[in-house]
C-alpha cells in the first residue's frame, strides 16, 4: 500500500481526532498513488497513523478513514453504515426518515445519505468514495431494504474534488415520498426539489418553535417545503405567512397543508425575501414572528465578509417586521461563518434597526447530524431565536 508521510510537528491535529490531511501538510510520498485510492498515513518517523482517501489534485488531499479500518473496505461500508443506522434509530425511534450518514461524522468521508422510507439519496463529495459506491449501495440493498437510490449533488463540491458533475440513478428509480418528522408530514418530489429533498437539519428547531407561536401571526420566509410554517401552524399560530422565491416550492407547501389538514389561515408569496421584507417595512406590516432561514451565503473563506453583511442585511429587515416583544428565528447553514460571527452580525442587525434583542435560544443541526469536537467543519448549523423588544 502507498504511503504518505507527514511533515515535522503537522500530526498534532491529526492525533487529536481532525480527518483531513492537507496538501501543504505532506512531506513525501512512497509508491505511486492514484486519486480514488486508500493510502496509509505516517508521521515523520514512520509510525502508522491511519488509512484514507487519496486525491493528489485537491487541497484536501487525505480524507481518513477510522482506525479501526482493515483493508476491505466493503466490510468497513457495512460497520460504518449499519452503525450509523443503530444510532439514528435510538435517536428517532418512531421515524423512518432522517440523515443516515453525515459523512466524517460518521467516519465515511465525502459520503452523506438521506434515508425517506425505503427511498435514500445520496451525495458523494469525495473521489475515493465515488469509487467504491458499489459498496455502499450494497449495504443500502441488502441490509436496509433500499428499493430506490440516486445521487443529489451539488455542483459545486464535486468540482472541488475533480468529480463529474452529473447525478445517477443507482437502484430503483425518482419518484415520491411521503415521509414524517415525528409530527408534520411532507410529500417529497425527488424530480423537483432542493438539496436531497428535504432539510433534517432543522427538524429539532422547527419543533421548538412551537412553543412560540400559539395565537400568533408568522412569517416563514425561506420556507421551501414549509417546515417552519407548517410546526407553526400545528402549534396554534393565527396566520402564517409561506414566502419562497420558487413557485414550485409553494406548490409544495400547499400539497403538504393539505397532507396536514392545517386548518390555520394562510397565505403564499412568491418573492425575493429582500424585496418583500422591504414592502412589509413600508406599509409597516409587521408579524409576531419572523422565521428566515436563508441558503448558504458563504461558500468559502474569502466570502465571509461578504456572507456577514449579507446576513446583517436581512436580520435588519426581519427585524424591523417584528412586533414588539415578537420573536425572530434566523439561521445561518453557512460552515465558514462561526457562531460569534453570525450573532455578531444579527446584533449589528438590531443596532442599525434600533431594536433591542434578547437571545432565548441557541442550537445547531438535528441529532441525526452528529459533530466531532476535533473538527469544527462537521458543526455547520447555527439556529437562534431572538426576543425583539
Known amino acids: ?25 505532506i512531506g513525501k510520498t512512497d509508491g ?59 435517536l428517532y425511534p418512531n421515524r423512518n426518515s432522517y440523515r443516515l450518514v453525515f459523512s466524517e461524522s460518521d467516519y465515511l468521508p465525502g459520503l452523506i445519505i438521506d434515508k425517506y422510507n425505503d427511498t435514500y439519496v445520496l451525495q458523494v463529495y469525495c473521489f475515493g468514495m465515488q469509487s467504491n459506491l458499489k459498496d455502499v449501495v450494497k449495504v443500502l440493498q441488502e441490509k436496509l431494504g433500499a428499493k430506490n437510490i440516486f445521487t443529489r449533488n451539488e455542483k459545486y463540491f464535486r468540482k472541488l474534488e475533480g468529480l463529474p458533475e452529473t447525478d445517477e440513478i443507482l437502484l430503483g428509480e425518482i419518484g415520491t415520498e411521503t415521509i414524517e418528522d415525528g409530527k408534520i408530514k411532507y410529500r417529497i418530489e425527488f424530480a423537483d426539489s432542493q438539496k436531497t429533498g428535504f432539510y433534517f437539519d432543522q427538524a429539532d428547531n422547527r419543533e421548538f418553535t412551537e412553543r412560540l407561536v400559539n395565537g ?19 402549534g396554534g399560530a393565527s396566520f402564517v405567512t409561506f414566502m419562497d422565491s420558487s413557485d414550485s416550492e409553494i406548490k409544495n407547501v400547499r400539497d403538504n397543508i393539505k397532507l396536514n389538514e392545517i386548518t390555520a389561515e394562510t397565505e403564499f408569496v412568491v418573492s425575493d425575501i429582500f424585496v418583500y421584507l422591504e414592502k412589509c417595512i413600508a406599509a409597516n406590516r409587521k408579524y409576531d414572528v419572523v422565521m428566515i432561514d436563508p441558503p448558504a451565503f458563504a461558500k468559502s473563506r474569502k466570502s465571509i465578509p ?12 426581519a427585524i424591523e417586521c417584528v412586533s414588539p416583544n415578537g420573536f425572530l428565528v434566523t439561521s445561518s447553514c453557512s460552515h465558514h461563518i462561526s457562531s ?10 438590531a443596532f442599525k434597526a434600533e431594536r433591542q434583542i434578547q437571545l432565548v435560544y441557541f442550537n445547531s443541526a438535528a441529532l441525526d447530524h452528529p459533530k ?3 473538527m469544527e467543519e462537521t458543526s455547520y448549523l447555527k439556529f437562534a431565536v431572538f426576543r425583539v423588544i
Not at 2 to 8: E, R
Not at 218 to 233: Q, T, Y
Not at 340 to 346: I, N, Q
Request: glycine residues 8%.
Open 1 to 25: 500500500m502507498a504511503k504518505v508521510f507527514l511533515k515535522k510537528n503537522e500530526d498534532r491535529r491529526i492525533r487529536m481526532g481532525h480527518y483531513w490531511v492537507f496538501s501543504n501538510e
Open 32 to 90: 505511486n498513488p492514484e486519486t480514488g485510492d486508500i493510502i496509509e498515513l505516517r508521521d515523520t518517523s514512520g509510525e502508522r497513523m491511519g488509512s484514507g482517501f487519496y486525491n493528489k489534485n485537491s487541497l484536501i488531499t487525505l480524507r481518513l478513514l477510522h482506525k479501526s479500518y482493515e483493508g476491505d473496505f466493503g466490510a468497513y461500508a457495512k460497520k460504518m453504515i449499519l452503525q450509523a443506522y443503530e444510532l439514528r434509530k435510538a
Open 216 to 234: 400568533k401571526t408568522v412569517l416563514d420566509a425561506f420556507c421551501n417545503s414549509g417546515g417552519f410554517g407548517l410546526h407553526a401552524a400545528k
Open 306 to 317: 461578504t456572507a456577514l453583511k449579507g446576513y446583517a442585511k436581512l436580520n435588519k429587515l
Open 340 to 349: 460569534e460571527d453570525f450573532l455578531s452580525s444579527v446584533n449589528t442587525a
Open 372 to 374: 466531532l469536537p476535533s
